[in-house]
C-alpha cells in the first residue's frame, strides 16, 4: 500500500472513531440529564487521563509488535514505593523521581527479556506483572499507605490555566508523545519493527536496544500515572491498577492501532481513552452494574479487533 493511502485510511479510520464518541455522548445526553454537566465532563477527563497515560506507553509497545500485561502491577508497585518515599521524608520532587525510574526499570526488564532472552512479550509481560504485584504486596505488607502533603496532592487537585493539573500533564503528554512517534528515530523505529522487524534488523536497527526503550517508556508512564492516582486518592494501594492493562489496550486498539503492529496513531488513542472513559461514566449514571460494564467493554474490545482484522484483510 501507498504512504499516501496508509495515511488516508489512517485518517479514515480516526474519523470513524470520533464519530463514534460523539455518537456515544449523544446517547448518554439523551438518556440522562445528568451527563452533559461542565462538572461531570471534567470528572470524565480527570478519569480519563490515567488510563490515557498509561494507553501512550501502550501504543508504542504495540505498534512495535508487542504487548505489555504488567502496566496496572507496575502502576501498584511504583504507587506504594513512592508513597512510602514520602512517608519516610524523602522529598516530593526526588520521590516522584524513584517512582518514575522504578517503573522505567520494570519495564525496561520486560524489554531485556523479550529482546535477549527471547521470551514472547505475552509470557514476560505477564510474569512482570505477578512480581510488581508481589512487590507491591510486599513492600506495604498488604496495607495501604495514606495521608499526604497537600503540596504532593496539588498533582491530583491542582490547576494550570483552569484545566486540573491530571488533564494538564495527560494534554502535555500527548503532544510529546506525538512528536517522538512522528518526528524521532525512536519513533521511525518503533513503526519498522511492527511492520517487519527482519527487515529493520537488516536495515541496521538497534532492535533490541530500542525494545529495551519502548517497554522501559511504558513502565515509566505507568509509574507517572500512579502518583496521579495517589494523589488523587490520597492513599497508595497495592492491590491499585487491577485490570488496567485491560483499559489501556482497549483504549488503544479501539482508536486504531493494530495488534498485529505497524500502524496506529496516539491522536486514535487519546480518542479511544476518551470512549473508554464516557462509556464508563455514562454507564455509572445510569445504575448499570459493574458486572455488565465489565461485559459490555469486553465486546467493544473484541469488536474493535475485529473491526482491526478485516480492515488487514481489504488491505
Known sequence: ?????????????????????????????????????????????????????????????????????????????????????????VPIFFAIIIGML??????????????????????????????????????????????????????????????????????????????????????????????????AVLSGIHVKLYKLFIYGISGMLSGLAAIILTARLNSAQPIAGIMYELDAIAATVIGGTSLMGGEGTLLGTLIGALIMGVLRNGLNIMGVSSFIQQTIIGAVIITAVLIDMMLKKRK
Not at 9 to 22: A, S
Not at 37 to 57: C, D, E, H, K, P
Not at 66 to 85: N, P
Not at 152 to 178: D, Q
Open 102 to 199: 522504578l517503573g522505567f526499570f520494570c519495564g525496561a526488564v520486560n524489554g531485556l527479556l523479550i529482546a535477549w532472552g527471547h521470551l514472547p512479550p505475552f509470557i514476560s509481560t505477564l510474569g512482570m506483572m505477578s512480581i510488581a504485584r508481589g512487590g507491591a504486596l510486599l513492600f506495604t505488607g498488604g496495607r495501604p499507605i495514606s495521608g499526604f502533603s497537600q503540596s504532593f496532592r496539588v498533582f491530583a487537585e491542582g490547576r494550570f490555566l483552569s484545566v486540573p493539573m491530571p488533564v494538564f500533564i495527560m494534554i502535555l503528554l500527548y503532544i510529546l508523545g506525538h512528536f517522538i512517534l512522528t518526528r524521532t528515530k525512536l519513533g521511525r523505529y518503533t513503526y519498522a519493527m511492527g511492520g517487519n522487524e527482519e527487515a
Open 1 to 89: 500500500m501507498l504512504l499516501k493511502d496508509k495515511m488516508a485510511l489512517n485518517y479514515k479510520r480516526q474519523l470513524g472513531t470520533l464519530l463514534g464518541l460523539i455518537a456515544l455522548i449523544g446517547i448518554f445526553w439523551i438518556s440522562t440529564p445528568y451527563f452533559l454537566t461542565v462538572s461531570n465532563l471534567l470528572n470524565i477527563t480527570r478519569q480519563t487521563s490515567i488510563n490515557a497515560i498509561i494507553a501512550i506507553g501502550m501504543t508504542f509497545v504495540i505498534i512495535s509488535g508487542g504487548i505489555d500485561l504488567s502496566v496496572g502491577s507496575i502502576l501498584a508497585f511504583a504507587g506504594v514505593v513512592t508513597a512510602g518515599s514520602l512517608s519516610a521524608g
